[in-house]
Protein backbone atom coordinates (compact mmCIF):
# COMPACT_ATOMS: atom_id res chain seq x y z
CA UNK A 1 0.00 0.00 0.00
CA UNK A 2 1.73 3.49 -1.16
CA UNK A 3 1.06 6.29 0.84
CA UNK A 4 1.55 9.58 -0.56
CA UNK A 5 2.15 13.01 1.25
CA UNK A 6 2.46 16.21 -0.29
CA UNK A 7 4.04 19.66 0.96
CA UNK A 8 4.73 23.04 -0.38
CA UNK A 9 1.77 24.67 -0.71
CA UNK A 10 1.09 28.34 0.16
CA UNK A 11 0.03 31.71 -0.51
CA UNK A 12 2.15 33.40 -3.44
CA UNK A 13 1.61 36.79 -5.66
CA UNK A 14 1.37 36.69 -9.00
CA UNK A 15 4.18 36.26 -11.23
CA UNK A 16 5.42 34.53 -8.48
CA UNK A 17 6.59 30.63 -8.21
CA UNK A 18 6.28 27.37 -6.03
CA UNK A 19 7.70 24.15 -6.00
CA UNK A 20 5.39 21.20 -4.35
CA UNK A 21 6.46 17.96 -3.38
CA UNK A 22 5.45 14.69 -3.26
CA UNK A 23 6.56 12.03 -0.98
CA UNK A 24 6.15 8.46 -1.30
CA UNK A 25 5.89 5.84 1.52
CA UNK A 26 5.83 2.45 0.11
CA UNK A 27 7.26 -0.83 1.95
CA UNK A 28 8.29 -2.73 -1.11
CA UNK A 29 8.57 -0.13 -4.12
CA UNK A 30 10.16 3.15 -4.66
CA UNK A 31 7.70 5.81 -6.28
CA UNK A 32 10.30 5.09 -9.72
CA UNK A 33 7.98 2.14 -9.99
CA UNK A 34 5.18 4.04 -10.17
CA UNK A 35 3.87 6.96 -13.08
CA UNK A 36 3.16 9.54 -11.00
CA UNK A 37 0.88 12.21 -11.84
CA UNK A 38 -0.11 15.95 -10.58
CA UNK A 39 -3.81 16.82 -10.50
CA UNK A 40 -5.70 20.35 -9.27
CA UNK A 41 -9.25 21.09 -7.97
CA UNK A 42 -11.35 24.16 -7.05
CA UNK A 43 -14.45 23.77 -5.33
CA UNK A 44 -17.19 22.53 -7.44
CA UNK A 45 -15.41 21.38 -10.79
CA UNK A 46 -13.34 17.78 -11.53
CA UNK A 47 -10.06 17.67 -10.90
CA UNK A 48 -7.79 18.48 -13.60
CA UNK A 49 -4.63 16.78 -14.71
CA UNK A 50 -1.83 19.26 -14.94
CA UNK A 51 1.78 17.36 -15.47
CA UNK A 52 2.72 13.73 -14.98
CA UNK A 53 5.66 11.37 -15.39
CA UNK A 54 6.37 7.82 -16.37
CA UNK A 55 8.51 5.27 -14.30
CA UNK A 56 11.50 4.57 -14.94
CA UNK A 57 12.38 6.36 -18.16
CA UNK A 58 10.51 9.52 -16.82
CA UNK A 59 9.08 10.76 -20.10
CA UNK A 60 6.44 13.79 -18.78
CA UNK A 61 2.89 15.18 -20.53
CA UNK A 62 1.54 18.42 -19.48
CA UNK A 63 -1.38 19.92 -19.99
CA UNK A 64 -1.75 22.88 -21.93
CA UNK A 65 -2.83 25.24 -18.86
CA UNK A 66 0.48 24.76 -17.36
CA UNK A 67 2.83 24.09 -20.29
CA UNK A 68 5.60 25.84 -20.22
CA UNK A 69 5.34 27.34 -16.60
CA UNK A 70 5.19 23.60 -14.85
CA UNK A 71 7.82 21.64 -14.28
CA UNK A 72 7.58 17.85 -12.81
CA UNK A 73 10.89 16.03 -11.55
CA UNK A 74 12.04 13.12 -9.68
CA UNK A 75 14.33 12.82 -7.41
CA UNK A 76 14.32 8.71 -6.86
CA UNK A 77 17.23 8.96 -3.72
CA UNK A 78 14.64 11.47 -1.89
CA UNK A 79 12.00 9.04 -3.31
CA UNK A 80 9.68 12.53 -4.07
CA UNK A 81 7.77 13.45 -7.21
CA UNK A 82 8.28 17.57 -7.62
CA UNK A 83 5.91 20.13 -9.59
CA UNK A 84 7.67 23.30 -9.76
CA UNK A 85 5.50 26.10 -10.57
CA UNK A 86 7.10 29.33 -12.20
CA UNK A 87 4.44 32.59 -13.59
CA UNK A 88 1.66 31.79 -11.13
CA UNK A 89 -1.69 33.02 -11.97
CA UNK A 90 -4.67 33.82 -9.41
CA UNK A 91 -6.28 31.29 -11.85
CA UNK A 92 -3.38 28.46 -10.61
CA UNK A 93 -5.31 28.79 -7.19
CA UNK A 94 -6.61 25.25 -6.42
CA UNK A 95 -5.82 22.65 -3.93
CA UNK A 96 -2.77 20.34 -5.56
CA UNK A 97 -2.28 16.25 -4.92
CA UNK A 98 -0.37 13.62 -6.64
CA UNK A 99 -1.66 10.34 -7.50
CA UNK A 100 0.26 6.99 -8.38
CA UNK A 101 -0.20 4.41 -11.12
CA UNK A 102 2.24 1.34 -10.27
CA UNK A 103 0.53 -0.63 -13.64
CA UNK A 104 -0.11 2.08 -16.57
CA UNK A 105 1.36 5.00 -17.99
CA UNK A 106 1.57 8.59 -17.42
CA UNK A 107 -1.70 9.92 -18.13
CA UNK A 108 -3.78 13.46 -17.14
CA UNK A 109 -7.27 11.99 -17.60
CA UNK A 110 -8.87 9.20 -15.87
CA UNK A 111 -8.14 7.18 -12.32
CA UNK A 112 -5.29 6.70 -10.14
CA UNK A 113 -4.53 4.15 -7.82
CA UNK A 114 -3.22 6.46 -5.09
CA UNK A 115 -3.53 9.51 -4.38
CA UNK A 116 -2.50 12.32 -1.52
CA UNK A 117 -4.58 14.50 0.63
CA UNK A 118 -3.26 17.55 -1.35
CA UNK A 119 -1.85 20.65 -0.38
CA UNK A 120 -3.69 24.23 -1.01
CA UNK A 121 -2.13 26.85 -3.74
CA UNK A 122 -3.62 30.44 -3.54
CA UNK A 123 -2.43 32.92 -5.51
CA UNK A 124 -3.45 36.61 -5.51
CA UNK A 125 -1.88 40.03 -4.74
Known amino acids: QLQLVESGGGSVQPGGSLRLSCTGA??????????IAWFRQVPGKDPEGIAC????????NYADSVKGRFTISRDNRKNTVYLQMNTLYPEDTAAYYC????????????????RGQGTQVTVSS
Open 99 to 114: AADPIGGCHLEGEYTY
Open 26 to 35: DPVKTLDYYA
Open 53 to 60: INKHEGST
